[in-house]
C-alpha cells in the first residue's frame, strides 16, 4: 500500500532533497533543465571568454560560476553542476569535441575492437575539474539549497558513442544494439561502471542528489527499454544506495510514455521527470505516491511567457499539490528564451500556496 506524503519537518535540509524523501513542503521546490545556459547573457559572456564548450566544462572557476548564475537571478532551490553527459565517454578516451553550432563530435565506435580502446588509466584524472567544480559549488551554496550532480544514462551515452554526434535517431546505436547485442551489453557494461565511479564522485565532493539523464530512452521498443533502460539504470541505483542511501536519486527518461511507471518502480529511483508529451494527471493515477514527480512544462511556454505561460503553471501546481512535487521543465530552456520569462515563473512559483 503506498504511503501517505510525509508532513515537512523543519530542518536546513534543502526543500528539493525534502520533496525527493516523499515530504510535501510549504512551497514546491523548483529548478529547470539547462537553466545554467545560452538565454543568460552573463552565460554568453562568460561562454565567449572561456573560448570553448570544453573550456567552459573543464575550468573549475568558470564552471561554478555559470552552475551559480541562475540561482543568483532567480533564486531557485537547486544547483545543477554544469557540465555534460559526454565528459564520460571522454575519460573512458573516445574523443570529443563540440562544433559551434553542430554539437558534440566523438570518435564513433563500430567494432568490437574500438571498444578495447575504452579504459579507465585516466579517468580520475580527466574528470577531476568536474570534482573540482561540484566542490566549489557546495562552498557557496546556501544550506537550504540542494547541489544536483547528474550523468547521461547508459543506453544515452552509448547511443553518442556509437553515432557519433546527436541526431535525433540513433540509427547506427539502435543498429548495433540489435545485431551485435553481446558487444553493446559489453559498452553499456563499461558505462554503467563509469557512471557509477562518476557519480559516487559527485556525491562524495558535496552532490545532495543527482539527476540520470536518458534523452534518447523512448527510441527503444518494450523489451529494448527493459535491457538497455531499465537495467543498467537500476544497477546505477543500487550501486549508488549501496555506499550512499539516504543519497535521492532523479531518472529522467525521456519519452518513455507508458513504461514511466514501469520505469520508475522497477529501478527505484526517488524522482520521475516527466518530459512534456506525458500527461501529468495521468502519471499522477499511475505512478506511486512513494516516487516525487518533476515537470513538465513545456518550455515553449517559458519562451512564450505571460498569461498563456501562468495559465499552463497553475494548472500544473494545482494537479499536483498535497503530493511530493518539484516543478521543472519537459525538457530543457530554449536558447532564445527572454529571462524575465524565467523571472515570471520563478515570482508565479514562489506565490502559489501549497
Known amino acids: 500500500m503506498a504511503q501517505a506524503p510525509k508532513e515537512q519537518t523543519t530542518s536546513t535540509v534543502p526543500y528539493l532533497v525534502q520533496a525527493l524523501h516523499g515530504q510535501v513542503g510549504t512551497h514546491v521546490p523548483f529548478w529547470l533543465m539547462r537553466q545554467a545556459g545560452r538565454y543568460l547573457p552573463e552565460y554568453r559572456e562568460l561562454r565567449k571568454k572561456a573560448g570553448s564548450f570544453m573550456n567552459l566544462c573543464f575550468t573549475p572557476e568558470h564552471a561554478v560560476t555559470v552552475t551559480l548564475q541562475p540561482l543568483e537571478r532567480y533564486d531557485m532551490d537547486a544547483a545543477i553542476l554544469f557540465s555534460d553527459i559526454l565528459v564520460v565517454p571522454y575519460a573512458l578516451g573516445q574523443t570529443l569535441d563540440f562544433v559551434e553550432g553542430e554539437g558534440p563530435r566523438l570518435g564513433a565506435l563500430s567494432t568490437p575492437e574500438d571498444l578495447d580502446h575504452l579504459n579507465f588509466d585516466d579517468f580520475e584524472k580527466k574528470l577531476d575539474p568536474v570534482y573540482q567544480t561540484v566542490t566549489g559549488v557546495k562552498e557557496r551554496l546556501p544550506a537550504h539549497k540542494a547541489l544536483i550532480g547528474f550523468a547521461g544514462a547508459p543506453w544515452t551515452v552509448a547511443c553518442y558513442m556509437v553515432q557519433g554526434r546527436g541526431d535525433g ?3 547506427a546505436a539502435r543498429a548495433f544494439a540489435a545485431n551485435q547485442p553481446d558487444v553493446f551489453e559489453s559498452l553499456i557494461d563499461k558505462i554503467t561502471e563509469a557512471t557509477a ?7 562524495a565532493c558535496g552532490a545532495d542528489a543527482v539527476q540520470l539523464f536518458d534523452s534518447w530512452a523512448g527510441l527503444l521498443p518494450e523489451p529494448m527499454f527493459e535491457k538497455w533502460v531499465i537495467g543498467p539504470t537500476a544497477r546505477l541505483v543500487s550501486r549508488i544506495r549501496g555506499q550512499y542511501p539516504d543519497i535521492p536519486i532523479i531518472g529522467f527518461p525521456r519519452g518513455a510514455g507508458a513504461m514511466y511507471p514501469r520505469y520508475a518502480a522497477a529501478t527505484g529511483v526517488n524522482g520521475l521527470g516527466l518530459d512534456t508529451q ?3 494527471s495521468w502519471a499522477l ?7 516525487c514527480l518533476q515537470g513538465n512544462l513545456d518550455p515553449v511556454h517559458l519562451l512564450a511567457g505571460g498569461q498563456a505561460m501562468e495559465t499552463e503553471v497553475l494548472r500544473i501546481l494545482e494537479q499536483a499539490k498535497g503530493r511530493p512535487f518539484i516543478f521543472n521543465l519537459g525538457h530543457g530552456v530554449i536558447k532564445e528564451t527572454p529571462p524575465e520569462h524565467v523571472a515570471q515563473l520563478a515570482a508565479i512559483l514562489r506565490a502559489f500556496k501549497v
Not at 565511479?197 to 556525491?203: E, S
Not at 493515477?285 to 516516487?291: A, G, H, K, L, M
Open 169 to 171: 535517431e540513433f540509427t
Open 197 to 203: 565511479l562518476y557519480l559516487l564522485r559527485q556525491i
Open 278 to 280: 506525458v500527461s501529468l
Open 285 to 291: 493515477r499511475e505512478c506511486s505516491r512513494d516516487v
